[in-house]
Structure formats: C-alpha cells, structure tokens
C-alpha cells in the first residue's frame, strides 16, 4: 500500500490550500482515510477524517469550520481543504488509511505547510 499526500506550501495567514492523497496498491477493505499533523517540536496530532463507503467526516476542534475532508472522485483518494490558516497550523501534514477492525496503520510521506503572519 502506497500512499501520496501532496498539496503542501507556504501561504500567508487567512489563505487557503488543498491537499490530496491517493491511495494505491492493496485498498481492499480501506474505512477510512484520515489527515494528521506535526508541527516542530509537538506530536502528532489528529486533523479531520472521511469514512470512504458513507463519506462521513470527522475534525479536530481547532480545526472546524476551516478545513474541509472529503472523498475525491478518483477511488480512494481524499482531500483536505484549508481555509483561514493561521501560523499555528504549520505542520507537516500525513495522511493515513485504516481498515474497519485495525487503526491507521498505513502513512504517507508527508507534505509541509507554513502559514506565515
């Protein structure tokens, strides 16, 4: 399993990005596929997630409201829009899949994002 986030840049605070990933290999039994992040010198924390059959969401409270996850069109591949960002979403940004009975047990490379004020 394979999976490639993209999207990530330097924007100014209040702009907006959106990031992608795809997932490709063996996506047999794929749930959900979820966003996290890692700013410098913090874990990792949980961003937003989407339930790929019934494409329900699920967000962070700093983030709602301001960021958007939902299912691409293409199979198995998500977005995740930023809106509003503010300096202290700078993080590397991962995305992550996971099947029903296990949790996110396959990762992305990561793609930064840096909000600058």
């Known amino acids: 399993v394979q999976l490639q986030a993209s999207g990530g840049g330097l924007v100014q605070a209040g702009g907006s990005l959106r990031l992608s990933c795809a997932a490709s290999?063996?996506?047999?039994?794929?749930?959900?596929m979820g966003w996290f992040r890692q700013a410098p010198g913090k874990e990792r924390e949980f961003v937003a997630a989407v339930t790929l059959d019934s494409g329900a969401t699920y967000y962070a409270d700093s983030v709602k409201g301001r960021f958007t996850v939902s299912r691409a069109s293409a199979k198995n591949t998500v977005l995740l829009q930023l809106n509003s960002l503010k300096p202290e979403d700078t993080a590397v940004y991962y995305c992550?899949?996971?099947?029903?009975?296990?949790?996110?047990?396959?990762w992305g490379q990561g793609t930064l994002v840096t909000v600058s004020s």
């Open positions: 992550a899949v996971r099947t029903i009975s296990r949790d996110y047990e396959y």
């Open positions: 290999g063996r996506t047999f039994g794929f749930y959900r």
